[in-house]
């Protein structure tokens, strides 16, 4: 852009947080809210429970591979053209999963929505770097995690209540209306803080990245059903390490042009705060498939029973 952009706080600012952050909302009340409808799926579909947690997995495979493709895309397209692609994608898989007639439709929707969400968590995280003031930096931070972060406590009960009082298809359906109004919000609010970039995309290096991703995802997946020491699985994590190994080393020789920068992780302080993002998000995550199924497989109990997700139930169940 001709001229620099002015960091103020002001009403657009707020909006577009809002608009990137009611997409990253709603994809993360749904991944949750999904988990409850696990035993539902299963029977209307006629599948097992190594199939059906690809509706969760399967979405969180394409976060992991779109999310990388944050940095280029930022780079390349301008932030409203990102954003509407998105929204557009979103709304179009959530019709889509809604109207689902077979498990596999609802789960190239539940891809679909991956897509959509992987480019606007970044996106709204992006949108508070480059416009917030630098004085109120870590306030917008805040709220923009808060905004993501609330999601997986509101998703397991709205997915408890509606998919036992509406069916499952109608938490799809709740979604429209906040897509819907973040699209104005975003049309409205967003705007260009930097000037765009024709650069060219590093296809070997995100491609090794993606493969190393997958190859750990169906590890974990395979692991379930074919215990961690078969030829399968360590076949999987062989291909995914060698990848990753690939990756590292074509990021150091190509600099720049590389998708990404691994010289950060060298810094230990660095390293171990993504190690221990990673850890969190596995812990969560797991905890947040888990008990669900369990309390509804296992113990044979409703996922309206507001019980299950109390701590006093958690420890009657031995697991506090």
């Known amino acids: 852009m001709e001229t620099e952009f002015e960091r103020k706080l002001d009403l657009k600012l707020i909006m577009s947080v809002i608009a990137a952050g009611l997409m990253s909302f709603t994809g993360v009340v749904v991944a949750t809210a999904m988990n409850v409808t696990f035993p539902t799926l299963m029977k209307q579909f006629g599948v097992d429970i190594a199939m059906v947690q690809w509706i969760t997995t399967g979405y969180l495979l394409m976060l992991a591979i779109i999310i990388p493709l944050s940095s280029f895309l930022k780079r390349r397209f301008r932030m409203k053209r990102l954003f509407l692609f998105a929204n557009v994608v979103f709304i179009l898989a959530t019709v889509m999963c809604m109207l689902a007639p077979n498990f596999m439709f609802l789960l190239v929707g539940r891809l679909l929505q991956g897509v959509g969400a992987g480019i606007a968590l970044p996106l709204m995280f992006n949108i508070v770097l480059e416009q917030a003031p630098f004085e109120k930096m870590g306030f917008m931070m805040g709220i923009a995690s808060l905004i993501a972060a609330i999601a997986p406590a ?125 850890l969190l998000q596995f812990i969560c995550l797991g905890i947040g498939f888990l008990l669900p199924n369990y309390s509804q497989l296992v113990m044979g109990r409703k996922c309206t029973d507001s019980r299950l997700y109390s701590f006093t139930r958690l420890r009657d169940w031995g697991c506090c």
């Open 154 to 278: 509101v998703g397991p009960s709205f997915g408890g209540l509606v998919v036992n009082t509406l069916g499952w298809r109608m938490i799809f359906a709740f979604l429209l209306p906040l897509l819907v109004l973040s699209m104005v919000f975003g049309i409205y609010a967003i705007r260009q803080s930097s000037a765009t970039e024709l650069i060219s995309f590093d296809v070997p290096g995100y491609l090794l990245l993606a493969i190393g991703f997958i190859c750990f995802i169906f590890a974990i997946n395979s692991a379930s059903s074919e215990g961690w020491i078969s030829c399968r699985v360590g076949l999987l994590f062989v291909i995914c390490l060698l990848a990753l190994c690939l990756f590292v080393r074509h990021s150091r020789q190509n600099g720049g042009q590389a998708a990404h920068q691994p010289e950060y992780f060298p810094a230990e302080q660095f390293t171990f705060s993504v190690l221990f993002l990673i």
